[in-house]
C-alpha cells in the first residue's frame, strides 16, 4: 500500500518555547498510544525556517519517525543574494520542501519562471518537494515529487473542498502530469482528514492551521493511520 502524507505546515507561528512544547505533547501523546502503524504514513513537519535545526534536535530526541520540510527555498545558489536560504542549507536539516504555496504567489509575487528555478534547485540536493497549485490547470514544473492541490478560498476558512470534487481533481492532475503523489490541502482537521485519504487519487494532506496544535496533529496521525 501507497503510504499517506501528512504534512504540516506551521507557516509563520510559533516561538521557541512552542516548538519545543508541540514536541513535548506529540511525544507524551505517543507513549499513550503506540499502536500506530506508521508503515501506512509519511509525516512531515514543516516549521519556519530559522527553526529547521532546532526542529531537527527536538525531533531526534523525541525518537518519532517525523520528516522535515521547509517552507521556502531560494530560487539561487549559494551568493550574493541578501536574506535568501539556499537549496544547500536546507538539505542539512530538511528532506521535503514546499514550493509555490499560494500565500507566496500571492504576497511574494512567485511566478511560475521563478517556482520552476525553485523546484530546480530542490532537486539539485535531493530535498522532496512539495509543489503547490490552485486548481487542477495550474502550471506543474517537471521533476516535481509531490503536488498539492489547495483551493485559495479554502486556506484557513474551515470551508473545505468536497471529497469527491478533491478526488477529481487529483485525478485530473495526475493523467495530465504522470506524476507520482497528489496531496490535499484547505481546512484539513482531525474529523475530515479521513474523508480525503480514503479517496482513491488522493494520497495524503496538507494541513496549515490544525497543525499548530499537536494534539489535532496527533490525532490527524491516529485517523490517517487507520485507513
Ligand atoms: P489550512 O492551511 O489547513 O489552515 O487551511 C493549509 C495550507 O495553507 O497549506
Known amino acids: 500500500m501507497k503510504k499517506k502524507y501528512i504534512i504540516g505546515n506551521w507557516k509563520s507561528n510559533k516561538d521557541l518555547e512552542e516548538t519545543k512544547y508541540w514536541f513535548d505533547t506529540l511525544k507524551t501523546r505517543s507513549l499513550q498510544n ?58 542539512e536539516f530538511a528532506s521535503y520542501v514546499i514550493i509555490g504555496h499560494s500565500e507566496r504567489r500571492t504576497n511574494f509575487s512567485e511566478d511560475d519562471s521563478m517556482l520552476s528555478e525553485k523546484v530546480k534547485r530542490a532537486n539539485e540536493v535531493k530535498l522532496n518537494s512539495i509543489y503547490c497549485i490552485q486548481d487542477e490547470n495550474t502550471f506543474i514544473p517537471e521533476d516535481v515529487e509531490i503536488v498539492a492541490y489547495e483551493p485559495v478560498w479554502a486556506i484557513g476558512t474551515g470551508k473545505t473542498d468536497t471529497p469527491d470534487n478533491a478526488d477529481r481533481v487529483a485525478q485530473a492532475v495526475k493523467k495530465r502530469w504522470g506524476g507520482k503523489s497528489l496531496i490535499y490541502g484547505g481546512s484539513v482537521d482531525p474529523d475530515n482528514i479521513k474523508s480525503f485519504i ?30
Open 34 to 91: 503506540n499502536i500506530i502503524n506508521w508503515d501506512n504514513i509519511e509525516v512531515v513537519v514543516c516549521p519556519p525556517i530559522i527553526f529547521l535545526p532546532l526542529v531537527k534536535k527536538l525531533r531526534d530526541d523525541c525518537d518519532l519517525p517525523l520528516k522535515i520540510g521547509a517552507q521556502n527555498i531560494s530560487p539561487f545558489k549559494n551568493g550574493p543574494y541578501t536574506g535568501e536560504v539556499s537549496d544547500s542549507m536546507i538539505a
Open 198 to 227: 480514503q479517496t482513491n487519487n488522493i494520497d495524503g494532506v496538507l494541513p496549515g492551521g490544525s497543525s499548530l496544535d499537536p494534539n489535532k496533529f496527533w490525532e490527524m496521525i491516529v485517523n490517517a493511520a487507520k485507513i
